[in-house]
């Protein structure tokens, strides 16, 4: 980090609990390779004080925020400005200062898109895709597939009642799509595997320290051609992920979409766009992450 002086400008990352995150990590590697005059804070905000926070945000100058659990929806009321596509989703995952008006954003659609496109090599129109989970990266993902052309969406999610509102929420705003909500239940999604292109688990089944925790869904129908994406990057070989290899399907864990959501965020703030590799040989010199 560049000295830290009276011109020195923050930026930060809101969350409750915070515990492990990689983003100070990488913003500051980041703002130290382009030399900015900035620093990269965690925040731990309580709920109760997010209201609070905010406001002190916008008294204090702090020139952008990276939003996470729980605060992503309820922040949205508190800012002077929403972009469309997180007004869409109702979360936003990027603040951004523009001259004392904190504006919010959603970079984990863009994220999220880019890492299929880009690292999987997934062309999105006229394909069929499963979602496994309805929370709040759920809400991202179909709209990134649903912005980007998607024939058919299929959710499925442990509580029915959260699948059915998500996928009228998607078949309301893109009439295009053929959304259909199901149970977590075999008899459901399993017929539908062998006409299936994408499948994307968020739910947080697998992740680090519940390793060993079997696929949230059977994977005897995965096959090759498939794309199986799980958002969770730690460990970076889930239970799901290790059985779509199997299966000769192609797989992706959430670490690129984290680093592009990241890398768009810090393009806002800044100007400078960094590149994910040198972020990639950060996380294996510094973590035992990829
Ligand atoms: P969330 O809003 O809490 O939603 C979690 C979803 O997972 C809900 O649909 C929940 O089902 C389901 N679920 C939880 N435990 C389950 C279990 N044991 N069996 C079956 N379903 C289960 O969380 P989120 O914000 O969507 O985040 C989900 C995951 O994505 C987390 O692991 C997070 O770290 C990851 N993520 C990664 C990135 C990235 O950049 N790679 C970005 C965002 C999120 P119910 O509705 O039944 O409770």
């Known amino acids: 980090m560049s000295k830290v002086n009276l011109d020195t400008q923050v930026l930060g990352l809101i969350g409750y609990p915070l515990g492990h ?3 100070p990590l990488i913003h500051n590697y ?3 390779y382009f030399d900015l005059n900035f620093v990269y804070l965690a925040f731990d ?9 905010i406001n002190g945000f916008r008294a204090l100058n702090v020139k952008g925020v990276n939003v996470t659990i729980p605060h992503k929806r309820e922040v949205l009321s508190l800012l002077d400005e929403v972009d469309d596509i997180a007004q869409k989703i109702g979360a936003v995952n990027t603040i951004v200062n523009q001259q004392g008006q904190l504006k919010g954003y959603n970079t984990d659609v863009t994220g999220f898109r880019r890492m299929i496109e880009d690292d999987g090599g997934f062309s999105i129109p006229n394909k069929s895709a499963l979602i496994i989970g309805a929370g709040g990266a759920s809400r991202a993902v179909g709209t990134a597939l649903c912005e980007g052309g998607i024939k058919e969406i299929y959710l499925v999610n442990r509580t029915l009642k959260k699948a059915e509102k998500l996928a009228s ?10 959304v259909k909500a199901g149970e977590l239940n075999k008899d459901f999604y399993v ?3 062998g006409e299936i292109d994408l499948v994307v688990d968020t739910t947080p089944v697998g992740m680090e320290p519940n390793i060993e925790q079997p696929p949230v869904i059977a994977t005897e129908k995965f096959h090759p051609g498939m794309l199986v994406v799980d958002l969770v990057y730690n460990p970076a070989q889930t239970t799901i992920l290790k059985a779509a290899k199997k299966q000769g399907a192609e797989t992706i864990n959430g670490l690129p979409m984290l680093l592009y959501q990241a890398a768009e965020a810090f393009k806002m703030w800044t100007g400078c766009e960094p590149e994910v590799e040198h972020w990639y040989r950060l996380l294996e010199k510094e973590t035992d992450m990829r």
Not at 45 to 53: T, V
Request: negative net charge; glycine residues 4%; aromatic residues 10%.
């Open 21 to 23: 995150s990689i983003s």
């Open 30 to 32: 980041a703002l130290e």
């Open 45 to 53: 905000l309580a709920p109760e004080k997010l209201k609070a926070g």
């Open 169 to 178: 929420f998607w078949q309301d705003n893109y009439p295009q799509v053929s």
């Open 191 to 193: 017929p539908l595997l």
